[in-house]
C-alpha cells in the first residue's frame, strides 16, 4: 500500500513540476507578432497593413505568431492555446484566423474560428500548409510563405480555394503503396524462381521474406511476425504459380 502512495505522490509531484514549465502564450501586440525573429521590419509592416486593410474590408481578423521552439508542446494544442487566449475574431462572430509557426521544430499550424470553419477547414488549412508554405520555408522564403498561405486563406473563406486535392500525407500514403506492391513484386519472384527448384523452398523463403517485409514495411510487433511467417509460408508456396501464370 504504502508503494502505491508514494507513487502516487511522485506523480503528482511530476505533473505540478512538469505544469510549472508549460510553453506560456506571447502576448498579441499586432496582426504579425514575430517572436522567433524570422522577419524583417519592412516584411512584418507590409504584412501588417495588408492584414489591417483585409479586417476592414471583410471584419474577418487574421493573426501571425512565430515562435522559437514548441518546447515538447504539440503544434495543434498550443494553438487552441493561443486563440483562447488571443480571442481572434470580432465577438459575435469569431471570424479570426491564427497562422503559428514554431522555428525550431519547422512545426505550422492554421488555426480558424467557428465563424470560418465552415469554409477554411482542417483539410484546406492543411493543403495551404502542405503545398503553399512548407515548400516556400523550406527555401528560406518565409514572408513569401506567409504572404502566400494570407491570400490562399482569404480565397478558402471565399470558397474559391481548393488546392489540387493532396495533402503530404497523400502523398506519404502513395509512395508507401508503391512500395508494397515492389516489395510483393520481389516477393513473388525470389519465391517463384525457388520454387521450380523445389516448392517447399519456396515456402521457406516466404517465411523469411514475409516477415522482414512486414517489419520493416508495416512496423509491425513481435506477436504478429509469426502471423506474417505463416502467410509468408504460404504465399511462397504458391509464388511458383504466381510466377508461371505472369510468364504465361
Same mark, same amino acid.
Given at each position: 500500500?504504502?508503494?502505491?502512495?508514494?507513487?502516487?505522490?511522485?506523480?503528482?509531484? !511530476?505533473?505540478?513540476?512538469?505544469?510549472?514549465?508549460? /510553453?506560456?502564450?506571447?502576448?498579441?501586440?499586432?496582426?504579425?507578432?514575430?517572436?522567433?525573429?524570422?522577419?524583417?521590419?519592412?516584411?512584418?509592416?507590409?504584412?501588417?497593413? =495588408?492584414?489591417?486593410?483585409?479586417?476592414?474590408?471583410?471584419?474577418?481578423?487574421?493573426?501571425?505568431? #512565430?515562435?522559437?521552439?514548441?518546447?515538447?508542446?504539440?503544434?495543434?494544442?498550443?494553438?487552441?492555446?493561443?486563440?483562447?487566449?488571443?480571442?481572434?475574431?470580432?465577438?459575435?462572430? %469569431?471570424?479570426? *484566423?491564427?497562422? #503559428? !509557426?514554431?522555428?525550431?521544430?519547422?512545426?505550422?499550424? $492554421?488555426?480558424?474560428?467557428? @465563424?470560418?470553419?465552415?469554409?477554411?477547414? %482542417?483539410?484546406?488549412?492543411?493543403?495551404?500548409? =502542405?503545398?503553399?508554405?512548407?515548400?516556400? /520555408?523550406?527555401? @528560406?522564403? #518565409?514572408?513569401?510563405?506567409?504572404?502566400?498561405?494570407?491570400?490562399?486563406?482569404?480565397? +478558402?473563406?471565399?470558397?474559391?480555394?481548393?488546392?489540387?486535392?493532396?495533402? +503530404?500525407? =497523400?502523398?506519404?500514403?502513395?509512395?508507401? %503503396?508503391?512500395?508494397?506492391?515492389?516489395?510483393?513484386?520481389?516477393?513473388? *519472384?525470389? #519465391?517463384? $524462381? +525457388?520454387?521450380? +527448384?523445389?516448392?517447399?523452398?519456396?515456402?521457406?523463403? @516466404?517465411?523469411?521474406?514475409?516477415?522482414?517485409?512486414?517489419?520493416?514495411?508495416?512496423? *509491425?510487433?513481435?506477436?504478429?511476425?509469426?502471423?506474417?511467417?505463416?502467410?509468408?509460408?504460404?504465399?511462397?508456396?504458391?509464388?511458383?504459380?504466381?510466377?508461371? *501464370?505472369?510468364?504465361?
Amino acid at each position: 500500500m504504502k508503494k502505491y502512495i508514494v507513487s502516487f505522490i511522485w506523480v503528482l509531484l !511530476l505533473a505540478i513540476a512538469t505544469s510549472g514549465y508549460a /510553453l506560456e502564450v506571447p502576448k498579441l501586440t499586432t496582426y504579425v507578432n514575430d517572436y522567433a525573429g524570422m522577419l524583417s521590419k519592412d516584411e512584418v509592416d507590409r504584412i501588417s497593413r =495588408d492584414l489591417e486593410l483585409y479586417e476592414s474590408a471583410t471584419s474577418n481578423q487574421i493573426f501571425i505568431l #512565430t515562435i522559437p521552439s514548441l518546447e515538447g508542446e504539440d503544434i495543434e494544442g498550443f494553438s487552441i492555446k493561443v486563440a483562447e487566449s488571443w480571442k481572434a475574431g470580432h465577438k459575435g462572430k %469569431d471570424n479570426g *484566423v491564427i497562422i #503559428t !509557426l514554431a522555428k525550431a521544430d519547422r512545426k505550422i499550424r $492554421i488555426e480558424a474560428g467557428r @465563424g470560418l470553419e465552415g469554409t477554411l477547414t %482542417d483539410l484546406i488549412s492543411g493543403r495551404i500548409i =502542405d503545398q503553399e508554405m512548407s515548400p516556400r /520555408l523550406k527555401a @528560406g522564403k #518565409t514572408a513569401e510563405a506567409l504572404e502566400t498561405a494570407i491570400a490562399k486563406i482569404k480565397l +478558402a473563406v471565399k470558397g474559391e480555394y481548393k488546392g489540387d486535392g493532396k495533402t +503530404a500525407k =497523400d502523398g506519404e500514403k502513395e509512395k508507401e %503503396d508503391s512500395m508494397l506492391q515492389f516489395g510483393l513484386i520481389i516477393f513473388f *519472384v525470389i #519465391t517463384g $524462381i +525457388a520454387g521450380f +527448384a523445389n516448392i517447399f523452398l519456396g515456402g521457406s523463403i @516466404g517465411a523469411v521474406l514475409g516477415p522482414t517485409l512486414g517489419y520493416f514495411m508495416f512496423n *509491425v510487433t513481435f506477436p504478429l511476425l509469426f502471423i506474417f511467417i505463416i502467410g509468408g509460408f504460404i504465399l511462397g508456396l504458391a509464388g511458383r504459380i504466381v510466377l508461371e *501464370v505472369g510468364i504465361a
